[in-house]
């Protein structure tokens, strides 16, 4: 007789034994059913601290640090310790930004005036020695006025070298020019004058500017004798009164 054997007859006569105490009278069914709940009960209750300590036991995996073993364990709070003062540490002085510099204000080389000789470059000189407000008797144009300024002009030895008025210019504040003419109705005499090839001349004469009333003041002489085309090149500024 095997195992298997047994074990079926032990399970009969527990099943006659057990009927044989309910007929007569000596066991209730619902006696059965409470030993039957309080069996269950306390074999949940052996599995549950059996899956428990098995649980602790087994390791754990962490995102950050791989498996663990054991417990999870709190985080252990360490107070900070203070130092005595002369073993700190000293703090850093934060320095304040400094403030930039302002750069110095740079004022313009004034303008050489009446009387001051100017080079204007090639061995050219222009000296304005008197500026006038000249009307004369036909002249009749209302808003505007003639200013001439008289002129010397040094011209070094070269040939074919010429001066006049229309090689001057004045301009106004406001930054509108006015360029000076030559004709034989006005003030005499009139700045005209060619260079000597053998040595340095001198010229001198008026050249006359025909401008409006608003910027008959704060004129700037603008000279560039032997230029046809204008102050291109080298030239002589002169502040007229």
Known sequence: MDDDDHSDLGGLLFGYLLYREIR????????????????VLVVGA?????????GLSMPRYDPEGGIQYGAPTAPVFVAPVALPPESQAPVATRRPTPEPT???????????????????????????TKVQRWRPGWYDEPGWRLITAYLKVRMPAVENECVWGDMFVVTARGGRTYQGFLDQQLREPDLFACSDYHRPTTAAGWVTFEVRDADAKGLVLTACPGDLFGCEGSGATIKLP
């Not at 007569?24 to 069996?39: P, S, Y």
């Not at 052996?46 to 098995?54: E, F, I, Q, R, S």
């Not at 005036?113 to 061995?123: F, N, P």
């Open 102 to 128: 302002p750069s110095p204000t740079v004022k313009p080389t004034p303008l050489p005036g009446v009387g001051t000789r100017v080079d204007a470059g090639d061995g050219w000189a222009i000296t304005v």
């Open 46 to 54: 052996v599995l549950g601290a059996v899956l428990l300590v098995v």
């Open 24 to 39: 007569d009278g000596r066991l209730e069914a619902g006696d059965i059913f409470r030993a039957g709940c309080v069996l």
